[in-house]
């Protein structure tokens, strides 16, 4: 049957997690351009509390420079059309809004299932911890993701690589948002200063 064929054309979990995890372990390093955009199909939906995304966020793209040196170190800078940095060392995640002059300090912990970051720049083993990873079709290099903890603002996150490097990210929350990640001018490997993921508070 077309189903049974269907079935048999996604990756075990455990083949997913395995070639999700080959094609992580090749990135020492990353820098690309980012340009992302939120869409709802539940317009009416109020943003809920911690949730990262604004209503003035929606249909709106945005765009900037994201750094990652592994394990745990992760820059994520908006350039336009506003300002905004997102920065850690894998211990600690501040997140810098130049505009309103105000700057929050997270533990990567607390935000371990609400980033993107984390696939990226994150441990293999706590990633598997956080989710379940799916491959819908084990010839492709694209990757679905499901939080293990449902009570998180994600219900999937998805990667897709082109070649070594991803490509599109897009991700799936409870209130039906869906923003979609998509990265360009990819370097792989670059050597990237440790100051990069260092943040000091402007006064």
Do not use: C
Request: a positive charge; proline letters at 6%; charged letters at 15%.
């Amino acid at each position: 049957s077309v189903s049974a064929n269907l079935a048999a054309s996604a990756a075990t979990e455990a083949d997913a997690t395995a070639a999700l995890t080959r094609a992580l372990s090749k990135l020492s390093s990353l820098q690309a351009n980012f340009t992302q955009t939120t869409q709802t199909t539940a317009p009416k939906a109020a943003p809920r509390a911690g949730q990262q995304l604004r209503a003035s966020h929606l249909n709106q793209n945005f765009s900037g420079v994201m750094q990652v040196k592994r394990p745990g170190n992760f820059r994520w800078e908006t350039t336009s059309p506003m300002k905004q940095l997102i920065v850690t060392n894998g211990k600690t995640v501040w997140i810098y809004d130049p505009d309103l002059e105000q700057a929050t300090r997270q533990k990567m912990d607390e935000q371990v299932g609400n980033t993107p970051a984390l696939l990226l720049s994150g441990q293999t083993d706590s990633i598997m911890k956080s989710f379940k990873v799916t491959q819908p079709n084990r010839t492709q290099p694209n990757f679905v993701l499901y939080p293990r903890n449902k009570d998180g603002v994600f219900e999937s996150m998805s990667i897709r690589f082109a070649g070594d490097v991803p490509s599109q990210m897009v991700l799936k929350d409870s209130l039906g948002q869906q923003t979609t990640v998509t990265f360009s001018n990819a370097k792989l490997n670059a050597t990237l200063n440790t100051d990069l993921f260092a943040f000091v508070p402007p006064k």
